[in-house]
Structures are given as structure tokens and as C-alpha cells.
Nanobody
Framework: VQLQASGGGLVHAGESLRLSCAASGVIFGIDVMGWYRQAPGKQRELVVTMTRDGRINYGDSAEGRETISRDKNTVYLQINPLKPEDTAVYYC??????????WGQGTQVTVSS
């Protein structure tokens, strides 16, 4: 499974951002897709994931500004409004039961105040 994330960049606080991640390759059986992030000097943390049947799991740091959506094997993350503390590398992930977790290369999001 290859995961290609896009949509990161430099944005201003208060604006909105939408990340996309498309899975390709051997994608049969993907169940969970979602997003993690890693801020400078911190551990990677869960933002939000969604199962194939629509169940959503938010990480502890979620503040209600994060919206996940999914279209088959493409997953989206919208954050609105952005805050400087959202600055991080955002990683897309996909899980295939009994096969494991797969990770994208990460996309940098920088929020300026």
C-alpha cells in the first residue's frame, strides 16, 4: 500500500486547511484510515481515524476543529480554524486487518500567528 498525502503548506492562524491522502497499490481490505501528526520535539500523536464503515476515533488532543471524511480509499482532514500549535508533520495511515499499518511520507503544515 502506498499513501500519498497532499495539501500541507504555510497558512495563517484562523484559516482552514484540507489535507488529502490517497491509497494505491494493493489496497484491498483497507479498514482504518486517518491522520497522525508530529510536532517539533514531540512524539507522534493521533489526530483522528475513520473505519470503512464510518466509525470515527479522535485523539486526545482533538479540539473539535478537526473533520475527517473518506471516499473509499482516500481520506481527508480539515482543520478549521487553524492555530499555531497545529504546526506539525501530518502523516496519513491505513490499516489492513492481519496485514498491518501503512504510513505515508508526511506533509508539513506550518501555521503562522
Amino acid at each position: 500500500v502506498q499513501l500519498q498525502a497532499s495539501g500541507g503548506g504555510l497558512v495563517h492562524a484562523g484559516e482552514s486547511l484540507r489535507l488529502s491522502c490517497a491509497a494505491s497499490g494493493v489496497i484491498f481490505g483497507i479498514d482504518v484510515m486517518g491522520w497522525y501528526r508530529q510536532a517539533p520535539g514531540k512524539q507522534r500523536e493521533l489526530v483522528v481515524t475513520m473505519t470503512r464503515d464510518g466509525r470515527i476515533n479522535y485523539g486526545d488532543s482533538a479540539e473539535g476543529r478537526e473533520t475527517i471524511s473518506r471516499d473509499k480509499n482516500t481520506v481527508y482532514l480539515q482543520i478549521n480554524p487553524l492555530k499555531p500549535e497545529d504546526t506539525a508533520v501530518y502523516y496519513c495511515t491505513a490499516e489492513i486487518p492481519y496485514k498491518g499499518n501503512f504510513w505515508g511520507q508526511g506533509t508539513q503544515v506550518t501555521v503562522s500567528s
